[in-house]
T-cell receptor, first 110, second 114 residues
Framework: RKEVEQDPGPFNVPEGATVAFNCTYS??????FFWYRQDCRKEPKLLMS???SGNEDGRFTAQLNRASQYISLLIRDSKLSDSATYLC???????????FGTGTRLTIIP | DGGITQSPKYLFRKEGQNVTLSCEQN?????MYWYRQDPGQGLRLIYY???????QKGDIAEGYSVSREKKESFPLTVTSAQKNPTAFYLC?????????????FGQGTRLTVV
């Protein structure tokens, strides 16, 4: 079983819609979590950190459920510019290993 | 400006040759990481280093080697033992001991075996 698992998609969503991604992690030693965005042929860039209490940044909301070992990302009022691959990331607090999921590809359709 | 720099951006290698990819950061980060990304795939961890003079194997270390002689530098050597080295290589750095601190990436090196 992979340490971090995501649905690879693709998700093809009309502009203005709401889309949600889930990600599960298997290592209970994971202590910090992030969502990264990667555009085609570019390096990943941080979208947002994920806190236990949940956090929101504009149209983006991230949630962490430690009991069920999953994190989620919600994008509201999607824009064409949201088209990208979204990567779920877990940091192991013991050995400081940073593990990425395979990514979920999102395409926003006009 | 602080950041993480990878070089070269594009690299071509003949089969059977070793090649070294450079990664330098001036962010004063303790940890550095090397990932490999194949087309349409996620990032797979090759090696990582928590402190100077120490590093650990990731999930796909075979055919690769690293060194961490300075805090700022974490070069990756792709050896001739790596059977399928053509890929996009990404280096990252962070301070993982501080909760919720992000990892920063270099712009990547595209390695092609010819």
């Amino acid at each position: 079983r992979k340490e971090v698992e995501q649905d690879p998609g693709p998700f093809n969503v009309p502009e203005g819609a709401t889309v949600a991604f889930n990600c599960t992690y298997s290592n209970s030693a994971s202590q910090s979590f992030f969502w990264y965005r990667q555009d085609c042929r570019k390096e990943p860039k941080l979208l947002m950190s994920v806190y236990s209490s949940g956090n929101e940044d504009g149209r983006f909301t991230a949630q962490l459920n430690r009991a069920s070992q999953y994190i989620s990302l919600l994008i509201r009022d999607s824009k064409l510019s949201d088209s990208a691959t979204y990567l779920c990331v877990a940091l192991n607090g013991g050995n400081e290993k940073l593990t990425f999921g395979t990514g979920t590809r999102l395409t926003i359709i006009p | 400006d602080g950041g993480i720099t990878q070089s070269p951006k594009y690299l071509f290698r003949k089969e059977g040759q070793n090649v070294t990819l450079s990664c330098e950061q001036n962010l004063n980060h303790d940890a550095m990481y090397w990932y490999r990304q194949d087309p349409g795939q996620g990032l797979r961890l090759i090696y990582y280093s928590q402190i100077v003079n120490d590093f650990q194997k990731g999930d796909i270390a075979e055919g690769y080697s690293v060194s961490r002689e300075k805090k700022e530098s974490f070069p990756l050597t792709v050896t001739s033992a790596q059977k399928n080295p053509t890929a996009f290589y990404l280096c990252a750095s962070s301070t993982p001991r501080r909760m919720n601190t992000e990892a920063f990436f270099g712009q990547g090196t595209r390695l092609t075996v010819v």
